[in-house]
């Protein structure tokens, strides 16, 4: 009898064992909360340096962003805070590029196998979506929903892309979303919500992806 409660017991082990190894493969498994703490980190100096610049608090409210015409000082400071957020994001994608990398390679996975190319393309759809939404807003001058347009698509594409990567990932893009729609109902906040959702939210989320899933594969 215990002979063959023990072969039962093997036997749900295996099958628990490669239902994990499935699972695992149809995972993005690369992505780590260093990732996301990196990408925070950056968003908030981007933040920080664009209020020393401009010589404004980043939780003051902004009322000049609805009026903004096309005068030769609104026009700079549009392009200032365009140039900004392009800079910010790049250095985002390259620090989640080399944490991603990193840890890649210590599972012994490649970073752009079939689902990580999935990952990839289905994050970009909804990141290129927000950026040509964004840039349409732009030419039309409605600068004011423009960051409120960014939260909002970038939050759809967290949600999007948690079923090919760590669930606990669409928590974090339903956030953005509600950050998203509650700055459309006040948009002078834009660099405070900016700030929040492209920063704060970025290390809180990085280090409970740390602490959950990085520790725990150490």
């Known amino acids: 009898m215990n002979l063959t ?3 039962k017991q093997e036997q749900l082990e295996s099958l628990l064992n490669i239902k994990n190894l499935m699972e695992q493969s149809a995972r993005f498994t690369a992505l780590s909360g260093a990732s996301g703490i990196s990408a925070g980190i950056i968003a908030v100096f981007g933040c920080l340096y664009a209020a020393f610049q401009l010589n404004f608090p980043i939780y003051a409210q902004a009322q000049s962003i609805m009026r903004w015409d ?9 392009k200032f805070l365009i140039t900004t957020g392009l800079l910010v994001f ?8 080399f944490f991603a990398g990193k840890k890649a390679k210590r599972n012994s996975v490649k970073l752009f196998n079939n689902v990580g ?3 990839i393309f289905n994050h970009s759809i909804f990141l290129l979506s927000g950026g040509l939404f964004a ?6 001058g409605f600068y004011l929903l423009i960051v409120p347009s960014l939260l909002i698509f970038y939050g ?9 990567s760590l ?3 669409r928590n974090l893009g339903i956030l953005e979303i509600l950050l998203g729609f509650i700055l459309c109902l006040a948009p002078v906040y834009a660099l405070l919500f900016f700030f929040i959702g492209f920063g704060v939210l970025h290390i809180v989320y990085g280090l409970i992806l740390h602490i959950n899933y990085d520790r725990q594969a150490d």
């Open 5 to 7: 409660e023990n072969k």
């Open 70 to 78: 096309s005068s030769p000082g609104e026009a700079s400071t549009v």
């Open 90 to 97: 790049v250095l985002a994608l390259a620090a989640f590029l």
């Open 117 to 119: 190319r999935k990952f």
């Open 135 to 140: 840039a349409i807003l732009f030419y039309y």
């Open 156 to 164: 759809l594409a967290l949600v999007n892309i948690s079923k090919f």
């Open 167 to 169: 669930s606990s990932i």
